[in-house]
Protein backbone atom coordinates (compact mmCIF):
# COMPACT_ATOMS: atom_id res chain seq x y z
CA UNK A 1 0.00 0.00 0.00
CA UNK A 2 1.67 3.15 -1.11
CA UNK A 3 0.87 6.71 0.94
CA UNK A 4 1.17 9.59 -0.39
CA UNK A 5 3.34 11.98 1.45
CA UNK A 6 0.27 14.76 1.71
CA UNK A 7 -1.68 11.71 3.50
CA UNK A 8 1.56 11.29 5.69
CA UNK A 9 1.53 15.04 6.44
CA UNK A 10 -2.48 14.58 7.77
CA UNK A 11 -1.73 11.79 9.31
CA UNK A 12 2.05 13.25 11.31
CA UNK A 13 -0.67 16.46 12.04
CA UNK A 14 -3.52 14.07 13.88
CA UNK A 15 -1.07 11.76 15.56
CA UNK A 16 0.66 15.02 16.86
CA UNK A 17 -2.31 16.40 17.90
CA UNK A 18 -3.85 12.87 19.12
CA UNK A 19 -0.65 12.75 21.40
CA UNK A 20 -1.09 16.08 23.17
CA UNK A 21 -4.06 15.63 23.99
CA UNK A 22 -3.91 12.01 25.66
CA UNK A 23 -0.68 13.38 27.29
CA UNK A 24 -2.83 15.91 28.79
CA UNK A 25 -5.12 13.43 29.65
CA UNK A 26 -3.15 10.99 31.34
CA UNK A 27 -0.83 13.99 33.01
CA UNK A 28 -3.98 15.04 35.18
CA UNK A 29 -5.13 11.98 37.14
CA UNK A 30 -1.61 11.21 37.88
CA UNK A 31 -1.62 14.86 40.04
CA UNK A 32 -4.30 14.20 41.23
CA UNK A 33 -2.99 10.55 42.53
CA UNK A 34 -0.38 13.00 43.66
CA UNK A 35 -2.48 15.55 46.09
CA UNK A 36 -4.41 11.94 47.70
CA UNK A 37 -0.65 10.29 48.27
CA UNK A 38 -0.41 13.24 51.02
CA UNK A 39 -3.97 12.24 52.62
CA UNK A 40 -3.99 8.88 52.53
CA UNK A 41 -0.79 7.51 53.88
CA UNK A 42 0.04 8.22 57.27
CA UNK A 43 3.03 5.88 58.10
CA UNK A 44 6.47 6.56 56.98
CA UNK A 45 6.99 3.04 55.77
CA UNK A 46 3.52 3.51 53.06
CA UNK A 47 4.51 7.35 52.08
CA UNK A 48 8.26 5.55 51.20
CA UNK A 49 6.29 2.89 49.19
CA UNK A 50 4.18 5.60 47.72
CA UNK A 51 7.16 7.88 46.60
CA UNK A 52 8.96 5.11 45.27
CA UNK A 53 5.89 4.35 42.87
CA UNK A 54 5.22 8.01 41.95
CA UNK A 55 8.67 8.10 41.06
CA UNK A 56 8.52 5.20 38.86
CA UNK A 57 5.60 6.68 37.23
CA UNK A 58 6.81 10.06 36.86
CA UNK A 59 9.94 8.85 35.07
CA UNK A 60 7.73 6.77 32.91
CA UNK A 61 5.72 10.00 32.09
CA UNK A 62 8.98 11.58 31.59
CA UNK A 63 10.44 8.90 29.01
CA UNK A 64 7.12 8.94 27.14
CA UNK A 65 7.20 12.88 26.87
CA UNK A 66 10.90 12.84 25.81
CA UNK A 67 9.75 10.09 22.79
CA UNK A 68 7.19 12.44 22.14
CA UNK A 69 9.49 15.76 21.84
CA UNK A 70 11.43 13.46 19.62
CA UNK A 71 8.89 12.41 17.30
CA UNK A 72 7.96 16.55 17.23
CA UNK A 73 11.55 17.21 16.37
CA UNK A 74 11.55 14.62 13.77
CA UNK A 75 8.49 16.32 11.81
CA UNK A 76 9.97 19.70 12.41
CA UNK A 77 12.82 18.65 10.36
CA UNK A 78 10.71 17.72 7.30
CA UNK A 79 9.79 21.44 7.13
CA UNK A 80 11.80 23.36 4.80
CA UNK A 81 13.68 26.30 6.49
CA UNK A 82 13.95 29.65 5.29
CA UNK A 83 17.34 29.13 4.12
CA UNK A 84 17.14 26.03 2.33
CA UNK A 85 14.27 27.15 -0.09
CA UNK A 86 17.17 27.99 -2.64
CA UNK A 87 19.10 24.89 -3.15
CA UNK A 88 15.41 23.09 -3.11
CA UNK A 89 15.10 25.17 -5.89
CA UNK A 90 17.98 24.01 -7.52
CA UNK A 91 16.84 20.34 -6.44
CA UNK A 92 13.52 20.60 -8.39
CA UNK A 93 15.34 21.60 -11.15
CA UNK A 94 17.85 18.63 -10.77
CA UNK A 95 14.96 16.43 -10.41
CA UNK A 96 13.77 17.40 -13.49
CA UNK A 97 16.54 17.05 -15.77
CA UNK A 98 17.48 14.00 -14.31
CA UNK A 99 13.24 12.92 -15.35
CA UNK A 100 13.47 14.81 -19.03
CA UNK A 101 11.66 17.48 -18.40
CA UNK A 102 12.51 20.55 -19.67
CA UNK A 103 11.35 23.77 -16.76
CA UNK A 104 10.82 26.56 -18.34
CA UNK A 105 9.78 29.03 -15.48
CA UNK A 106 9.09 28.52 -11.65
CA UNK A 107 7.50 31.35 -9.99
CA UNK A 108 6.80 31.61 -6.51
CA UNK A 109 3.70 33.70 -6.02
CA UNK A 110 2.67 34.33 -2.68
CA UNK A 111 3.55 33.64 0.57
CA UNK A 112 0.97 32.96 4.03
CA UNK A 113 1.52 32.36 7.30
CA UNK A 114 -0.21 29.12 9.46
CA UNK A 115 -3.10 30.43 11.33
CA UNK A 116 -1.57 28.81 13.97
CA UNK A 117 0.94 31.45 15.32
CA UNK A 118 3.37 29.59 17.32
CA UNK A 119 4.03 26.97 15.02
CA UNK A 120 5.41 29.71 12.10
CA UNK A 121 4.59 27.66 9.01
CA UNK A 122 4.46 29.58 5.81
CA UNK A 123 2.71 28.17 2.84
CA UNK A 124 4.88 29.36 -0.50
CA UNK A 125 2.85 29.03 -3.54
CA UNK A 126 5.13 27.94 -6.72
CA UNK A 127 3.92 27.60 -10.07
CA UNK A 128 5.92 25.07 -12.55
CA UNK A 129 6.01 25.49 -16.22
CA UNK A 130 7.69 22.58 -17.72
CA UNK A 131 7.61 20.36 -20.90
CA UNK A 132 8.53 16.65 -21.72
CA UNK A 133 6.75 13.39 -22.04
CA UNK A 134 4.76 11.60 -19.65
CA UNK A 135 6.81 9.12 -17.84
CA UNK A 136 9.36 12.34 -17.54
CA UNK A 137 6.41 14.27 -15.64
CA UNK A 138 5.01 11.36 -13.67
CA UNK A 139 9.11 10.58 -12.67
CA UNK A 140 9.64 14.28 -11.58
CA UNK A 141 6.37 14.08 -9.72
CA UNK A 142 7.27 11.15 -7.92
CA UNK A 143 10.43 12.65 -6.81
CA UNK A 144 8.09 15.27 -5.68
CA UNK A 145 6.31 13.04 -3.40
CA UNK A 146 9.26 11.20 -2.62
CA UNK A 147 11.19 14.01 -0.95
CA UNK A 148 12.28 14.21 2.63
CA UNK A 149 10.31 17.82 3.19
CA UNK A 150 6.55 18.45 3.23
CA UNK A 151 5.85 19.58 -0.26
CA UNK A 152 2.07 19.31 -2.17
CA UNK A 153 1.34 19.33 -5.52
CA UNK A 154 -1.81 21.35 -5.32
CA UNK A 155 -2.72 21.48 -9.29
CA UNK A 156 -1.24 19.84 -12.23
CA UNK A 157 -2.34 20.78 -16.02
CA UNK A 158 -1.36 18.82 -18.42
CA UNK A 159 -1.86 19.66 -22.42
CA UNK A 160 -0.51 18.46 -25.53
CA UNK A 161 2.08 20.55 -27.14
CA UNK A 162 2.05 22.51 -30.69
CA UNK A 163 3.73 19.22 -32.64
CA UNK A 164 0.89 16.59 -30.80
CA UNK A 165 3.11 13.88 -33.02
CA UNK A 166 6.26 14.80 -30.94
CA UNK A 167 4.88 13.03 -27.32
CA UNK A 168 6.06 16.55 -25.89
CA UNK A 169 3.51 17.57 -23.18
CA UNK A 170 3.06 21.39 -21.44
CA UNK A 171 2.63 20.56 -17.91
CA UNK A 172 1.92 23.46 -14.90
CA UNK A 173 2.39 22.19 -11.34
CA UNK A 174 1.05 24.50 -8.70
CA UNK A 175 2.99 23.08 -5.65
CA UNK A 176 3.01 24.33 -2.02
CA UNK A 177 5.77 24.59 0.27
CA UNK A 178 5.69 24.30 3.57
CA UNK A 179 8.25 26.87 5.71
CA UNK A 180 9.75 27.04 8.91
Given amino acids: MNINKQDK ?8 A ?38 NEISEIRDSAENWEKKAASIKKKFLKKDETTAFFKRLDEWARKSGLKIYSVDSL ?12 EEMLVEVS ?3 TYPAIVNFSKK ?7 IKIDDIQI ?3 DDETSGILEVSMMLTLYIQ
Fill in 144 to 150: IFENEKF
Fill in 18 to 55: SAVILFNFLMKPHLEQFKAVKIQFFSQEDLVKVRDFKK
Fill in 110 to 121: EKTKDKNKEAEI
Fill in 159 to 161: NTS
Fill in 9 to 16: LVFAAVAL
Fill in 130 to 132: ASG
